[in-house]
């Protein structure tokens, strides 16, 4: 596979990969990724055809990796932001204080969060999967009541908190007191739920 070669690529040609990482989730935030080509793609990026197949086997691939690097650069601000000293409410505020602004300094994050990347194919499918588990866990180390949750309570309950989102998004709300309110009920109604163990 074109994307999977083991050499290592040199300063041009990572420079090359980013700018295609970026192009790709612009592109299809915009066009939606069924019209988005690679021809849309390299166009943005500023980069030739065959540059691109240098780095990705196919548009696919390009999408999921970018998917991926953009939900794990949100995770690390919000490792980076949350501070272990504070109780576990604050904690999670924080991580959904980083979350919302990520997504208000970058609206099309969401769309390709929520939307495309259930639009994209199985490895795209998957790959947000992934992401959900990499959240759960992020939150669990957030609070352990958290962990506490199965993995299927998480998708459910992401999926929900992200819709919220979209919509803020659309309405250009993000940075609204509203959303950020509805996202703290949604987790602070899951963690505080009869039955969970009340220690923080």
Not at 3 to 28: F, I, N
Not at 57 to 73: I, L, P, Q, W
Not at 186 to 192: F, Q
Request: net charge negative; with cysteine.
């Amino acid at each position: 596979m074109a994307g999977s070669g083991t050499t290592t690529p040199g300063p041009s040609a990572e420079a090359h990969r980013r700018r295609l990482l970026g192009a790709v989730l612009q592109v299809v935030a915009t066009k939606g990724y069924a019209d988005t080509t690679i021809g849309d793609v390299v166009a943005r990026a500023m980069v030739s055809r065959r540059t691109f197949y240098e780095c990705f086997a196919d548009k696919e691939e390009c999408f999921v990796t970018a998917y991926e690097g953009a939900s794990e650069a949100v995770l690390r601000r919000i490792d980076e932001s949350v501070d272990p000293r504070d109780d576990w409410v604050r904690r999670l505020e924080t991580g959904v204080g980083v979350y919302l602004a990520a997504v208000a300094a970058d609206p099309s994050v969401i769309t390709v969060f929520v939307v495309e990347i259930v639009r994209a194919g199985p490895r795209a499918l998957a790959a947000r999967r992934r992401a959900y588990r990499r959240w759960a866990a992020v939150l669990g180390q957030v609070s352990e009541r958290a962990a506490m949750l199965g993995e299927d309570m998480w998708q459910a309950a992401l999926a929900a908190i992200n819709e919220r989102v979209l919509i803020a998004a659309e309405r250009q709300e993000v940075s609204g007191d509203a959303v950020r309110a509805d996202v703290m009920d949604v987790l602070l109604s899951l963690l505080t739920a009869p039955g969970r163990d009340p220690a923080p």
